[in-house]
């Protein structure tokens, strides 16, 4: 998740936009670990949980939530020799961190209910679906629990782009990425070095520099050195490839787009896959699903631990401890500890009788929650591969109903598998998501079918979700505008009384996994220090 912007194209100048530009000259990967390199990453802090030394004085711990700042909360103060008690009101771990394979349901509010009817083997990340190289904390659980990791095929220059409100001739065309990207770094390189071998720079840099950067565009644009012209590079594309013998024999090379047709197509907008920082040319996944990850925590907790399928009804706070009311198959408990570690979304807490002080309430109503949603449709036959040669990466439109297509980084070269067919935000998420699930498959069978040839006639079976509509998490993520995180936020990372509130809500990685984990280490940090004075 946390990928709000992504494959949107920006009209604003502003920081993020330039960011975004620079990105997309050189590489993510590239400036990314350069600035990590630097000191300038913005990557998760922590890359280890906290050693929590000393026996506590008062180390009863009563967790609100099984996602995974509950569940890291919950091993970290257990190795401590807490007595953790964990409270999930769905009957399996993970919180938004799921995976819909065969025999998973989902029943959203005021909607149908979905038996997820895939093949086996093959599934769908409808949360979390990817891991940037810089989330430690992250890794940290994948590493030490022993869940294995494949790469995530992230940006793909072999797959599609997609304008349909552009114009001339690429406009309602898909086009190679690669395309797009050689020809206009290409044009530009040319454009930019033969103003400098004009003397337009020279007042910038000396004769010698001047050169030398004349010969980086070269390079960089794939143009002649006689003429400093781009005509194009294999590295676009063939449009017969080389092969054996004198047919194809070298093959028929592919002529580069005008660029007034590239510029007017807008197509310049998506040059670049991803759009935020936390995106890589490849990434990390989990080997069959994100769900494996809270799946492997929960397993090392002590049988019985968590609670599943047990409803929060009420919170209340004493000077000496924390209750709280739950409801399970009609059946109402009390339980009591003397702290409380809550991680419930703060879009569900608000609706829950808290008992909280008014300016933490008032705090809380800050944030916002994110409408999200997706769809995966399972394919008979992998056309994208066979038909298309496209293997993982993301098609990115200009249809905010969509957004995205994201191919599968798993399965390659299998007979089936699953597609992302939309990945919607904001107002297109709460639209879209007013339809049945038939209808969401049939909008995203109807746009995938403008692009791939095969789409519906492969299509065998869906699954959806809106996220903002999904009864434990009313949004997809927390959102803070820059008022809120300098106001409210602050506030929420101290303690109301005995409970600590923990969640990717409460970091500077929205929607990560990662601001789930480091949130949980930095409150049970906290939590001990208080614990050990009693």
């Given at each position: 998740?946390?990928?709000?912007?992504?494959?949107?194209?920006?009209?604003?100048?502003?920081?993020?936009?330039?960011?975004?530009?620079?990105?997309?000259?050189?590489g993510t990967a590239m400036l990314l670990a350069g600035m990590d390199a630097l000191g300038f990453g913005?990557?998760?802090?922590?890359?280890?949980?906290?050693?929590l030394e000393g026996k506590p004085r008062k180390n009863r711990v009563v967790i609100l939530g099984a996602g995974n700042a509950g569940l890291a909360s919950a091993y970290e103060?257990?190795?401590?020799?807490?007595?953790?008690?964990?409270i999930e009101a769905r009957s399996f771990p993970g919180g938004r961190a799921q995976t819909a394979r065969k025999g998973f349901s989902l029943t959203e509010l005021g909607g149908a209910t979905q038996n997820c009817d895939y093949d086996d083997g093959l599934y769908i990340n409808h949360g979390p679906w990817r891991i940037p190289y810089h989330h430690h904390s992250t890794l940290h659980y994948t590493r030490k629990f022993g869940v294995p990791l494949e790469l995530f095929n992230n940006d793909n220059d072999a797959s599609f782009l997609f304008f349909e409100k552009g114009k001339g001739p690429l406009a309602g065309k898909p086009v190679r990425k690669g395309e797009v990207a050689a020809d206009m770094l290409g044009y530009s390189s040319e454009i930019l070095a033969k103003l400098s071998k004009q003397g337009a720079l020279d007042s910038q840099m000396g004769a010698e520099d001047k050169e030398r950067f004349i010969e980086f565009?070269?390079?960089?644009?794939?143009?002649?050195?006689?003429?400093?012209?781009?005509?194009?590079?294999?590295?676009?594309?063939?449009?017969?490839?080389?092969?054996?013998?004198?047919?194809?024999g070298p093959g028929k090379p592919s002529a580069p787009h005008k660029l007034n047709d590239l510029l007017d197509s807008g197509l310049w907008h998506m040059l670049h896959s991803v759009a935020e920082w936390e995106q890589q040319r490849t990434m990390f996944q989990p080997v069959q699903g994100m769900e494996q990850i809270p799946k492997a925590i929960a397993r090392h907790l002590p049988d019985g631990m968590i609670r599943y399928s047990t409803e929060v009804q009420r919170i209340r706070q004493s000077p000496k401890g924390v209750t709280v009311d739950v409801m399970r198959d009609g059946q109402?408990?009390?339980?009591?500890?003397?702290?409380?570690?809550?991680?419930?979304?703060?879009?569900?807490?608000?609706?829950i009788d808290h008992g909280l002080s008014p300016a933490f309430a008032e705090a809380m109503a800050k944030c916002a929650y994110a409408p999200v949603g997706k769809i995966g449709l399972q394919m008979k036959r992998r056309f994208w591969e066979e038909d298309h040669s496209i293997y993982g990466g993301h098609v990115f439109c200009d249809n905010p109903d969509i957004n995205n297509i994201a191919l599968p980084s798993t399965g390659w070269q299998g007979q089936k598998g699953v597609l992302l067919g939309y990945y919607n935000f904001g107002p297109n998420a709460a639209k879209v998501s007013a339809r049945s699930p038939a209808d969401r498959?049939?909008?995203?069978?109807?746009?995938g079918q403008k692009i791939f040839p095969a789409y519906k006639e492969s299509y065998e079976t869906s699954f959806s979700v809106a996220w903002h509509r999904v009864k434990y998490n009313l949004g997809g993520w927390g959102m803070w505008s820059d008022e809120a995180r300098a106001t409210a936020y602050p506030l929420l990372t101290e303690p109301d009384g005995r409970?600590?509130?923990?969640?990717?809500?409460?970091?500077?990685?929205?929607?990560?996994q990662a601001g789930a984990f480091e949130s949980a280490w930095q409150q049970v940090e906290r939590l001990h220090a208080r614990a050990m004075k009693g």
């Open positions: 998740m946390g990928d709000l912007d992504m494959g949107m194209a920006s009209n604003g100048l502003t920081r993020r936009f330039f960011l975004e530009r620079l990105g997309r000259m050189g913005i990557g998760s802090a922590l890359a280890a949980p906290p050693k103060l257990t190795q401590a020799g807490y007595q953790v008690t964990v565009l070269t390079e960089f644009g794939h143009l002649s050195k006689k003429d400093l012209n781009y005509t194009g590079t294999p590295g676009r594309g063939f449009l017969v490839d080389p092969g054996a013998g004198t047919d194809p109402p408990e009390t339980i009591a500890a003397d702290w409380c570690i809550c991680t419930i979304p703060l879009s569900v807490l608000k609706t498959a049939a909008l995203a069978l109807d746009y409970l600590y509130l923990a969640g990717e809500h409460m970091s500077y990685i929205g929607g990560w």
